[in-house]
C-alpha cells in the first residue's frame, strides 16, 4: 500500500489562474494543469531565490519531493509555452494552514492541517491536543500583556 501523501504547504494563491497564448482558436487550444504547490515551488525558487531546503521546509516536504514538485512544474510550463498551450492552475495537494500538535494525554506530537476540527490524538485517540504554534505563540503575547 502506498503511503498517503502530505499535504505541501503553500504561502500564495494567485488571482489569476488562466494564461492562454494569443491568436489561436479556443478548439485549436491545449491546457496544462498546473497545480498550486507546483506553482508555489516555483514562487519560493525562481522569485524568492531561495535554496533548495529552504524551500522544502517552508512547503513542509522533502528536499528530494521539493526537486520533484518543481521539476514537474518546470516541465509543464517549458512545455506551454514551447507548444503554445494554455496554462490552468488549479488543485493539487496542499494546504495553507498546518500545525504541529502534541497531545496531552500521551504527548505525541504530530503535523495536521488545523482547518480540521474535532480531531483526536493518532496515537490513543484523547481529543486533548494543542497546536504548539498557537499555545507557544499565546505564551508570548500573554507574557507581554502581564
Given at each position: 500500500?502506498?503511503r498517503?501523501?502530505?499535504?505541501?504547504?503553500i504561502e500564495?494563491v494567485?488571482k489569476?489562474?488562466?494564461?492562454?497564448?494569443?491568436?489561436k482558436?479556443?478548439?485549436?487550444i491545449v491546457?496544462?494543469d498546473l497545480?498550486?504547490e507546483?506553482?508555489?515551488?516555483?514562487?519560493l525558487?525562481?522569485i524568492e531565490?531561495?535554496?533548495?531546503?529552504d524551500?522544502?521546509?517552508?512547503m513542509n516536504v522533502?528536499r528530494?519531493?521539493?526537486?520533484?514538485?518543481?521539476?514537474?512544474?518546470?516541465f509543464?510550463?517549458a512545455?506551454?509555452?514551447?507548444?503554445g498551450?494554455?496554462?490552468?492552475?488549479?488543485?493539487?495537494?496542499?494546504?495553507?494552514?498546518i500545525?504541529?500538535?502534541?497531545?496531552n494525554?500521551?504527548?505525541?506530537e504530530?503535523?495536521?492541517?488545523?482547518e480540521?476540527?474535532n480531531m483526536?490524538c493518532?496515537n490513543?485517540?484523547s481529543?486533548?491536543?494543542?497546536c504548539?504554534?498557537?499555545?507557544?505563540f499565546?505564551?508570548?503575547?500573554c507574557?507581554k500583556?502581564?
Open positions: 500500500m502506498a498517503p501523501i502530505k499535504p505541501r504547504r500564495f494567485p489569476n489562474t488562466y494564461f492562454y497564448p494569443v491568436g482558436r479556443k478548439c485549436e491546457e496544462m497545480k498550486l507546483e506553482l508555489e515551488a516555483m514562487r525558487k525562481d531565490k531561495l535554496s533548495q531546503e524551500c522544502a521546509k517552508r522533502s528530494q519531493t521539493f526537486q520533484n514538485i518543481i521539476d514537474k512544474a518546470r509543464k510550463v512545455t506551454a509555452l514551447m507548444n498551450n494554455a496554462i490552468k492552475i488549479e488543485g493539487g495537494n496542499y494546504t495553507l494552514n500545525c504541529k500538535y502534541v497531545c494525554t500521551c504527548g505525541f504530530f503535523e495536521k492541517k488545523y480540521n476540527k483526536l493518532p490513543c485517540e481529543n486533548e491536543i494543542i504548539i504554534k498557537k499555545s507557544n499565546c505564551k508570548k503575547n507574557k500583556n502581564i
